[in-house]
């Protein structure tokens, strides 16, 4: 039996190389752990809504974290656990995203909506996350005092340019520790592989926390392991040198 009994896989700058698509060599690693027995579980920023084609894709029927933790699925389609922001903090994380001309965007349950693309009301939705992207450095970190301030918010990244805003508490590492429940495991039997900020509480709390070599110079501090780059099969690499390896 492998010594790791969960691989839990970030997507973009992970799983995902630079086209959006999963390589033929993580493909066959995944499929391989699979029939090894191992359950491969997708931990993401993004909602289950652009997750789920990757998911079908790749026809794993485990539990599933998305949105950072905002939502646990026990497995395609069963939803376990959701955690929601608060209407009005909504509100203020969109009008700090108006004030500093940033992009921004928002999953709710119904959808994802952004800039371009507002919600009509608020109030009829339910949000999960929050997110702003800029390129302009200063004005980040103008935008995360600003959000600190609100404070009760946990806030990550996906990018070195966006800010991710969940409820305080909502993280992937949160989210897995729910899975493990589900499927009758400790943290210790995690093997978690990320790239960004929203990655960092994963990777620490888990037995075997790797960082993709594409990974932000904060994570790749933290990791026990540095696999290759997600453009060179890096999932497919931690797979068989950590997890199938006798």
Known sequence: MPRYKIIAL??????????????????????????????????????????????????????IVTVNGGEIWRSPGRLHRRFLLRHEEIARLRQIAVEFASWYWGYAVSGLFNKDRWAERIEAE?????????????????????????????????????????????????????????LGAAMQDVVACGDSLNDIALIRHAGLGVAMG?????????????????????????????????
């Not at 033929?24 to 499929?31: E, L």
């Not at 103008?142 to 800010?163: C, K, M, Q, Y």
Request: proline share 5%.
């Open 10 to 63: 970030d997507m973009d700058g992970t799983l995902l190389d630079a086209r959006q698509q999963i390589s033929p060599a993580n493909r066959q690693a995944i499929r391989e752990a699979t029939k090894a027995g191992v359950a491969v579980v997708i931990a993401t920023g993004r909602g289950i809504q652009t997750a789920q084609p990757y998911i079908d894709d790749l026809q794993l029927q485990t539990p």
């Open 214 to 246: 594409n990974a932000q110079p904060s994570v790749l501090d933290v990791a026990d392991f540095v696999t290759l780059t997600n453009d060179r099969d890096g999932v497919a690499h931690v797979i068989y040198e950590k997890v199938l390896k006798p």
């Open 126 to 182: 339910e949000w999960l996350k929050f997110g702003f992207y800029t390129e302009d450095a200063e004005v980040r970190e103008h935008i995360l005092s600003r959000v600190r301030a609100i404070g009760n918010l946990e806030i990550t990244n996906s990018d070195p340019n966006n800010l991710e805003i969940n409820p305080a508490g909502v993280n992937k590492a949160a989210g897995m520790q729910t899975v493990c429940r589900l």
